[in-house]
């Protein structure tokens, strides 16, 4: 490593809790004990290759119930957008990891999918494309990812997440 090429270290101000201020933060850790059980909506691809879930984005339905209280839409949705997540990963992969990693070419390449909320139906819908049909094993691993043990849901497939197809 050269000289010019080598980390600056920088100082980092820092400054200690206030008793108070500590006991807060800790009573709120311990409100969201187990919360990390919720059903959560998001989105994802699969690898094929690997048989696995990656570049997973999930909130919990509760955190959306309360932001989307007066919103028009009955189906609540995270607001990452496949492509947007994958522009991010794709230039962290390239030049923090040497390249290695999922995200090669093109965004709607790869299987991908997002999950919804009815909470007039208290329905998930697992939202992926015919792909689908020849991953089937996806659904399980989305399931447990998203917390859907436990929750009615349904997989639809639309034409939007097919492979090869962008936003429209």
């Given at each position: 490593?050269?000289e010019?090429?080598?980390?600056?270290?920088?100082?980092?101000?820092?400054?200690?809790?206030?008793e108070?201020?500590?006991?807060?933060?800790?009573?709120l850790m311990?409100s969201?004990?187990?919360?990390?059980?919720?059903?959560?909506?998001g989105?994802?691809?699969?690898?094929p290759?690997?048989?696995?879930?990656?570049?997973?984005?999930?909130?919990?339905?509760?955190?959306?119930?309360k932001?989307?209280?007066?919103?028009e839409f009955?189906?609540?949705?995270?607001?990452?957008?496949?492509?947007?997540?994958?522009?991010?990963?794709?230039?962290?992969?390239?030049?923090k990891?040497?390249?290695?990693g999922?995200?090669?070419g093109a965004?709607?390449?790869?299987?991908?999918g997002?999950?919804?909320y009815?909470?007039?139906?208290?329905?998930?819908?697992?939202?992926?494309?015919?792909?689908?049909?020849?991953?089937?094993?996806?659904?399980e691993?989305?399931?447990?990812?998203?917390?859907?043990q436990?929750t009615?849901?349904?997989?639809k497939?639309?034409?939007?997440w097919?492979?090869?197809?962008?936003?429209?």
């Amino acid at each position: 490593m050269t000289e010019e090429s080598k980390p600056i270290a920088k100082k980092v101000e820092t400054s200690e809790f206030e008793e108070d201020e500590l006991d807060e933060a800790m009573r709120l850790m311990q409100s969201n004990r187990g919360k990390d059980r919720e059903p959560m909506v998001g989105i994802f691809w699969y690898s094929p290759q690997i048989g696995d879930l990656f570049g997973i984005r999930s909130h919990r339905v509760s955190d959306y119930q309360k932001a989307n209280s007066r919103s028009e839409f009955v189906k609540i949705t995270c607001s990452e957008m496949h492509e947007d997540v994958w522009k991010k990963e794709y230039h962290r992969q390239k030049y923090k990891n040497n390249g290695i990693g999922p995200y090669r070419g093109a965004y709607e390449m790869t299987p991908r999918g997002r999950i919804f909320y009815n909470p007039e139906t208290e329905v998930f819908t697992i939202a992926v494309g015919s792909w689908i049909e020849q991953y089937p094993q996806a659904v399980e691993l989305v399931v447990e990812e998203f917390n859907l043990q436990e929750t009615t849901y349904v997989v639809k497939t639309a034409h939007h997440w097919d492979i090869g197809q962008k936003w429209n």
